[in-house]
């Protein structure tokens, strides 16, 4: 099955650009239909805040891109604030696998 | 505005069985995939189960095909999700979420509800 691969966590202080990467094996091709990133507070339910590799949903600040290419799919924060921190998912949908949604392991975004 | 509430999550005893809910709202209900994801405690996201709008294809993770069962009621915009022969390893909070479109299993999830609770224990 298709795997996923976030660091588990990275550090950043207020106001710098968060990069969070997620790599698997030819990500960027079509054979994979984009990639879809989540932000999970604690206590909360994850909120979409990229889709497709590099849409962002309604409401979601242009502080968040994303761009996949190659074997990595990457998240980017610009102008990082308290408020980003939390754990982040990179998503993918294998359409060929009996297990469809994959998920990396989560990197928890710290904030100096 | 799209709202999802679960609910059914609780205590059973392992090789029990529960049935969770979705109740839906704010947007056409058919017109989407939906999917149960669980989240073990302190642990990341897994996918479950996932349902085409039209209710016609199911899908279901190995961990659970043959215990879990996914369906829903366009008519009453409710998502439901069948799950027997529990084990402890089924502990999680299980959330719903709309699919970012109809067919399969939408792809991805544009919106999540805030999870109900099922804990597996003697």
């Known amino acids: 099955s298709y795997v996923l691969t976030q660091p588990p966590s990275v550090s950043v202080a207020p106001g710098k650009t968060a990069r969070i990467t997620c790599g698997g094996n030819n990500i960027g091709s079509k054979s994979v239909h984009g990639v879809h990133w989540y932000q999970q507070k604690p206590g909360q339910a994850p909120v979409l805040v990229v889709y497709?590799?590099?849409d962002r949903p309604s409401g979601i600040p242009e502080r968040f891109s994303g761009s996949n290419s190659g074997n990595t799919a990457t998240l980017t924060i610009s102008r990082v604030e308290a408020g980003d921190e939390a754990d982040y998912y990179c998503q993918v949908w294998d359409s060929i696998s009996e297990n469809p949604w994959v998920f990396g392991g989560g990197t928890k975004l710290t904030v100096l | 505005e799209v709202q999802l509430l679960e609910s059914g999550g609780g205590l059973v005893q392992p090789g029990g069985s529960l049935r969770l809910s979705c109740a839906a709202s704010?947007?056409?209900?058919?017109?989407?995939?939906m999917n149960w994801v669980r989240q073990a405690p302190g642990k990341g996201l897994e996918w479950v189960s996932g349902i085409s709008g039209s209710g016609g294809s199911t899908y279901h993770a190995d961990s659970v095909k043959g215990r879990f069962t996914i369906s829903r009621d366009n008519s009453k915009n409710t998502l439901y999700l069948q799950m027997n022969s529990l084990t402890d390893e089924d502990t999680a909070v299980y959330y719903c979420a709309k699919g970012l479109a109809a067919g399969g299993t939408g792809r991805g999830g544009e919106y999540w509800g805030q999870g109900t609770l099922v804990t597996v224990s003697s």
């Open positions: 497709d590799d590099s």
């Open positions: 704010g947007f056409t209900f058919s017109s989407y995939a």
